[in-house]
T-cell receptor
Framework: DTGVSQDPRHKITKRGQNVTFRCDPI?????LYWYRQTLGQGPEFLTY????????KSRLLSDRFSAERPKGSFSTLEIQRTEQGDSAMYLC????????????FGPGTRLTVL | AQTVTQSQPEMSVQEAETVTLSCTYD???????LFWYKQPPSRQMILVIR??????QNATENRFSVNFQKAAKSFSLKISDSQLGDTAMYFC?????????????FGKGTKLSVIP
C-alpha cells in the first residue's frame, strides 16, 4: 500500500457545475477525514467517517456538499452548484485507532471554479 | 471550540543552524494530542512529531523536538541542524479525542526557508 490517494489531482470547472472527488484511504484504516485548505491557511475540517458512518460534519459543510463512504472503503466528496468560493485544495486523510491518532494525508485535489 | 495560533508567518534559518517555531492553543479539555505537520512545496502533508497531553516528557524525533508547556498552552517545535529539505510550511495541530472528536484543528502555518 502506497498511502492515501486522491483523484483527480486537479479539477477546473465552471460556476454552477457539480464536481465529485474520490479518496482511497490506507486499506486498514477505518477512519477517514476530509479537509479544505485555501491559499495561505491551514486545513479546515469538513467531515469524518468511521467505517461507513459519517460521525462529524463541520458547519463549513453547507447543503451543497455531500460526502459518502460506502462499505467503509473509499470516499467521495461531491459539491453541487459550485461557487468561486469553493476554489481550494481538498485534502483527504485516514487513520487507525492503533497508530496514536496520526492522520495520513493524501496529495489533495485542487479545485478551481471559474 | 479549540483554536491554534502560530504567530510567525515566515521564518528563515541558515543550513545547520537551529530554529524554533511557536504555537499556542486554547482548549478546556485535559486529554488531547498536539501535532506538528510539514507540508513541502507541492507535496503532501506529513507528520513531524506528536505529543500526548498527559505525558510530561517532551517528544523527540531525531532532529525535531518539542517544548510542551501545558499550563501555558504552548507547543513549540525546535529543528536542530537544519537541512535544505526542511524547507516547507509547518502546521501546528490540535486533536481532542477526549470529547469524542478526532478532527484536527490547524494553525495558519509558518513558512520555513532553510538558506544554504
Amino acid at each position: 500500500d502506497t498511502g492515501v490517494s486522491q483523484d483527480p489531482r486537479h479539477k477546473i470547472t465552471k460556476r454552477g457545475q457539480n464536481v465529485t472527488f474520490r479518496c482511497d484511504p490506507i486499506s486498514e484504516h477505518n477512519r477517514l477525514y476530509w479537509y479544505r485548505q485555501t491559499l495561505g491557511q491551514g486545513p479546515e475540517f469538513l467531515t469524518y467517517f468511521q467505517n461507513e458512518a459519517q460521525l462529524e460534519k463541520s458547519r463549513l459543510l453547507s447543503d451543497r456538499f455531500s460526502a459518502e463512504r460506502p462499505k467503509g472503503s473509499f470516499s467521495t466528496l461531491e459539491i453541487q452548484r459550485t461557487e468561486q468560493g469553493d476554489s481550494a485544495m481538498y485534502l483527504c486523510a485516514s487513520s487507525s485507532p492503533g497508530l496514536g491518532n496520526e492522520q495520513f494525508f493524501g496529495p489533495g485535489t485542487r479545485l478551481t471554479v471559474l | 471550540a479549540q483554536t491554534v495560533t502560530q504567530s510567525q508567518p515566515e521564518m528563515s534559518v541558515q543550513e545547520a543552524e537551529t530554529v524554533t517555531l511557536s504555537c499556542t492553543y486554547d482548549t478546556s479539555e485535559s486529554n488531547y494530542y498536539l501535532f506538528w505537520y510539514k507540508q513541502p512545496p507541492s507535496r503532501q502533508m506529513i507528520l513531524v512529531i506528536r505529543q500526548e497531553a498527559y505525558k510530561q516528557q517532551n517528544a523527540t524525533e531525531n532532529r525535531f523536538s518539542v517544548n510542551f508547556q501545558k499550563a501555558a498552552k504552548s507547543f513549540s517545535l525546535k529543528i536542530s541542524d537544519s537541512q535544505l529539505g526542511d524547507t516547507a510550511m509547518y502546521f501546528c495541530a490540535f486533536m481532542g479525542p477526549g470529547a469524542g472528536s478526532y478532527q484536527l484543528t490547524f494553525g495558519k502555518g509558518t513558512k520555513l526557508s532553510v538558506i544554504p
